[in-house]
C-alpha cells in the first residue's frame, strides 16, 4: 500500500472514528531529544532568537520549560516556533507540569502552557508583543483538589465557531478531566485547516470546532491582515509557551495528512 492510500484511509479512520488517531503511522518527530534544533525562541521585549535566560533547554531527553535562572517575571512571555508551517496534519504530544511557579507569575499561569497552532512567525511579531496571533491549545494541571480542565482554546489575535455560532471570548473550556500533579497527560490534535479541529485527551475527544480567522480588532492580528495576510486562518507554525510554571514535553510528534 502506497503513502498516498494509506493516508487516505487514515484521514477517513478519523473522520469515522474522532475518539482515537492513528496509532500505527510513521509519524514525524518534532523534537529530536538532543537540543532545539528546529525551534527559534521569541520573548516579550527581546529579538527573535534570543532564549532568555535559558529558559528553553533540552535535559534528559526532555523539552523543559525552566525557571531556574530567573528571579521574578516581569511579563517578559515566551514562545519557542517550529521551523516549519503546517495546515492538515496530526499532532501528539505528552506534557507534564513541575516545580514551582517563577516569583510574580500571573495567577492565571500557575501549571499553565500551551500549543500555539496556525501561529504567525515569530519574524512577524513586533520586539514587546506578549503572544503570536495563533490558536492556542492551552495546557493546564490542576492545583490539587479544584476542577481545571485541560485541552481549552485561547485565541489571541483570533476568533473560531463552535456550532456555527462565532465564538469571540478569549478562552473556552473543553470537557476534559482535571490532572493533578506532576503526572504525564497526552494531548492529540487533528488539524483539517481551519474547517475542523479536535482536542483529545487520554484518547477522549473533549472540543471540536471551526472556522478559524484571524480578528479583524485586534492590532497584532491587524497588522498581518494589512501586510496582506487572508482572514480565514488555516495554516501557521506550532509554538510551545513559556508563561511562568515549569513545564516538560517528552513528546511532540506531526503527522501530515
Known sequence: MNLYTRILLLSAFCLLAPGSLAQDEEWISLFNGRDLEGWTPKFAGYPVGVNHLDTFIVEDGL??????NWTDFQGEFGHLFH?????HYLLRVEYRFVGEQVINGPGWAFRNNGMMLHSQTPES???????PASIEVQILGGNGSDERTTANICTPGTHFRLDGELITEHC????????HGDQWVSLEVEVRGGELIRHLVNGEVVFEYSGTRLDESDPDAR??????APLALSEGLIAIQAESH???FRRIDILPL
Open 63 to 68: 523539552l523543559t520549560i525552566t525557571y531556574d
Open 83 to 87: 521551523e516549519q508551517s503546517f495546515s
Open 125 to 131: 511579531m513586533t520586539l514587546d508583543q506578549e503572544f
Open 172 to 179: 473556552t473550556n473543553s470537557s476534559s478531566a482535571t490532572f
Open 223 to 228: 497588522r498581518l491582515l494589512d501586510a496582506g
Open 246 to 248: 515549569p513545564t516538560q
